[in-house]
Structure formats: structure tokens, C-alpha cells
């Protein structure tokens, strides 16, 4: 069974810094393309990055580009998000996804990825 659990989570005052680990198991992770995705309370879901597979590059939403930093590990099967300059707005329930089939116009589609681990909690407050 494909398992995902992020981690990292916490509270963090606005211009911090937090980085949030995922760690992979049941799979071959490196035959999957790996999205970070949050859910702001009481708003819909949002892919900040997408780590595709095989090298395909890394992409980032608009309102984290040049703030968050994804990477992936395919030899120890972990995946990263380092976020920067967090904003009160960035405060959601983050997840690490995966899909074995994840083409290239939806990889900003949360639907699109067919696998889920439990969340993280990110809070930016003063």
C-alpha cells in the first residue's frame, strides 16, 4: 500500500521559516510524480509544488513561487518543502501526495493525485 505521512508542522510567526518532511513507504516512489497540497480553513485545496518524476522538475503556485523550496530523495523515499518569509496566509493543513499517472495540465489539480498521507499543521500567527 502507497503510504505518505508529512510532518514539521508548528507555529511559526509571519517572515519565519519552516521546513516540512515527508517520508514515503509501500511503493516505488521514484515512478511518482509527488505534489505538496494545503487546505486553508474554509477554503478548497491548493498544489503548491509538484516534484515530478524522473528528474521532470519542480513547480511551484503562484502564491509560494520564490518563497518555497520543494526537493525529493528517490534513495530514501522523502520528499521536502522549505518554506520562507511565511505569511499568515500560508497557514493551513499541508499533505505530501502522490500519482503514478499525473499528466502535465493536471498537476496543479489536487483530484489528480491519487494518493494521500495525513497532514501537517502550519500556523503563522504573532
Known amino acids: 500500500d502507497v503510504q505518505l505521512q508529512a510532518s514539521g508542522g508548528g507555529l511559526v510567526r509571519p517572515g519565519g521559516s519552516l521546513t516540512l518532511s515527508c517520508v514515503a513507504s509501500?511503493?516505488?516512489?521514484?515512478?511518482?510524480?509527488l505534489g505538496w497540497i494545503r487546505q486553508v480553513p474554509g477554503k478548497g485545496l491548493e498544489v503548491v509544488s509538484c516534484l515530478r518524476k524522473q528528474n521532470g522538475g519542480t513547480s511551484y503556485s503562484d502564491s509560494v513561487k520564490g518563497r518555497f523550496t520543494a526537493s525529493r530523495d528517490n534513495a530514501k523515499a522523502t520528499a521536502s518543502l522549505e518554506m520562507n518569509s511565511l505569511k499568515p496566509e500560508d497557514t493551513a493543513v499541508y499533505y505530501c501526495a502522490a500519482s503514478s499517472r499525473l499528466i502535465l495540465s493536471s498537476i496543479e489539480v489536487p483530484s489528480a493525485y491519487n494518493d494521500w498521507g495525513q497532514g501537517t499543521q502550519v500556523t503563522v500567527s504573532s
Open positions: 509501500g511503493f516505488r516512489f521514484y515512478e511518482y510524480d
